[in-house]
Structure formats: C-alpha cells, structure tokens
C-alpha cells in the first residue's frame, strides 16, 4: 500500500477518495446486500458509506494497512442506523400505496431479485442470531475480513471476534439443519485458522489497498 495514501485520504485528495471507492466499493456493496437482503437498500448504504467516511477523513489513522476494515466499520454503522430509522418510520410506510410493476423484466433484474431471495432464506436464519454474532458473521464469512480487521472494523478486541464467531457458527448450524428442511441443505464452509490472522473461508478474491 502507497505510505502516502492514508495521508492523501486524510487530507481530503479527491483522488485518493476515487481510487478508495474503485478498490473497495464492490466489497463494502457486497457487505450491504448480505446485511440487508436489498439491492436497493445496499447501493443506498454503498453511497452512505462514502459519504460519511468523506465526512470522517481526519480520523484515518496515519499507520495501517488496508482501509478496507474502517470502510466495513462504517458500514455496519449506517446500516444499523437506517434499520433504526425504518422502525421509527414504519407506519408511515405502511400507508403509502404499494410501487407499480416493474415496466420490464431484464436479465439483470431477474437476476437480482433471484440473489435477494437467496439472501432472504440465509437472513431468515440469521435473524435469530444477535446482532453482535451477525456482525462478526457478516464481515469474517462473507466479506472475509481475518480476526484482527474484523476487530478493527467493529472496535473490540480479536478475541471478542473469535469468541462471537465460534458461537455464531455453532448457532447458525444448528439452526440451518433443525429449519431448512430435508431439502434445503445449506452449503458447505471451508474454515481455516492461522493464529491470529486467521479467515474464516477464503475470500474470492483481495483488494489491493
């Protein structure tokens, strides 16, 4: 990583916040649709996320690795905050008439809402966890942070996250082969563990800041 890129994020570089957005903004996506079940509601956070970490650029530690994990951080932030602000607003949405139907039917569209209803089946599952457990969850298996970037996005310290991981896992599976059903058995996770920089599956692949 370019020893100047923190500085640059720091000091506003408009460049540095273009290049943050084309490293990171498919993974920090990627975290929002598995955290909301939403494409529409996920690309929502995307932008939110930028925008608050524009709005955060001085507390960028100059030291450090990959920004990914305080993208991921934020993230997290501004999804529970929306979620905070939908229940203040719920009845007012009740009342408005429901959206026409989608003018076309796209490849692209299809196969969004195809991804929605299999995100919608691991949620139904996951909602039954904390929101902690969901957290780590979210950020160590799908977004493949390891130990010490998940702790750093979330704040607390690497054995909190192997704590509420291995509960987690522990959970969900029990609750994936008790709910599922004999014909929805749920995919196979490869977990690997390497001291302190362990990842929970191995990421498809890395981002380069």
Not at 9 to 34: M, P, Q, S
Not at 155 to 179: H, M, Q
Request: glycine share 8%; proline share 4%.
């Amino acid at each position: 990583m370019d020893p100047g890129f923190r500085a640059r994020i720091r000091a506003g570089d408009e460049g540095a916040f273009a290049v943050l957005f084309r490293e990171h903004g498919r993974a920090v996506y990627n975290h929002c649709f598995r955290m909301t079940g939403d494409w529409s509601i996920a690309e929502d956070c995307t932008s939110l996320v930028f925008l608050e970490a524009w709005r955060l650029q001085a507390k960028v530690e100059s030291d450090g690795g990959s920004l990914l994990p305080w993208l991921l951080g934020i993230a997290t932030y501004v999804i529970h905050r929306r979620r905070r602000v939908a229940r203040r607003h719920r009845a007012l949405m009740e009342r408005m008439p429901a959206p026409g139907l989608l003018p076309d039917f796209a490849e692209e569209v299809v196969g969004r809402l195809e991804d929605q209803d299999k995100i919608a089946a691991v949620r139904a599952a996951l909602e039954r966890l904390s929101r902690t457990d969901r957290d780590v969850l979210a950020l160590c298996v799908w977004a493949g942070l390891d130990y010490a970037a998940a702790a750093e996005a979330l704040g607390v310290p690497v054995g909190t996250v192997r704590s509420r991981l291995s509960r987690a896992r522990r959970r969900l599976e029990k609750l994936a082969n008790t709910n599922l059903g004999p014909n929805r058995e749920p995919a196979a996770v490869k977990w690997q563990q390497t001291g302190d920089r362990a990842k929970a599956v191995r990421p498809s692949g890395g981002d380069a800041r």
